[in-house]
């Protein structure tokens, strides 16, 4: 399903920047926005936080979504950037980029990982995810909202799921990274030397912090004993 088809809106208003009222409004459920994008003058805004927490619940950054402002202009626009409260978690400010349905823009795309990779199941090793999005080119309709790639692939430590691995339309999508690059592969599984020597090491980190921390404490006092 492409990004028109799913013809998902959003209603924000415009708002002055008005530092009063930012408070009152953020106790109101309201928090403030920006939309801005190519040769277009920055708008400010305000938008609904409940009703934002639904539409990015099911668009991410990666959808197109029509932007009602003022309940009369509707704006294709990708969520660009949202800053978090760092207490609360919850969405404190956003940006939307306006686009162009007729040009071609840069965007990522998220990876989704399906089935369970056999040298994880029947090998017992570690799965190893090293890229969770892609970078593409391509015209705001036709970006993928994920990428779907299956584990069944990794059937040893020696095989590898490559970005040349991701099935897409590529007269409409262009991947902007190399076709070698590994996407995820399984790691074996550490043998109980490894585990023993990995143990070791931990017991002797910890060792020389105790000393260290001795050391200090012995050089405190004698420095306390001067002073008095």
Known sequence: MNNIEKEISLEVKTRDKAKKKLKEYRQKGIIPAILYGKNIKNVNLW????????????????????????????????????QYDYISNKPIHVDFFQVKMDEKIETEVPLEFTDEAPAVKELGGVLVVNINEIPV??????????????????????????????KFDKNKVEILMEDENIIALVSPPRSQEELEALEEKVEEDVTQVKEADKKEEVSETKENKKEE
């Open 137 to 166: 080119r391509c015209l705001p309709s036709d970006i993928p909202s994920k990428f779907i790639l299956s584990l069944k692939t990794l059937k040893t430590f020696e095989d590898r799921l490559l970005v040349k691995d991701i």
């Open 47 to 82: 938008l609904d936080l409940m009703n934002f927490n639904k539409v990015f619940q099911e668009v991410g950054e990666n959808t197109i979504l029509n932007l009602i402002v003022d309940k009369k202009k509707s704006v294709p626009v990708l969520i660009h950037d949202i």
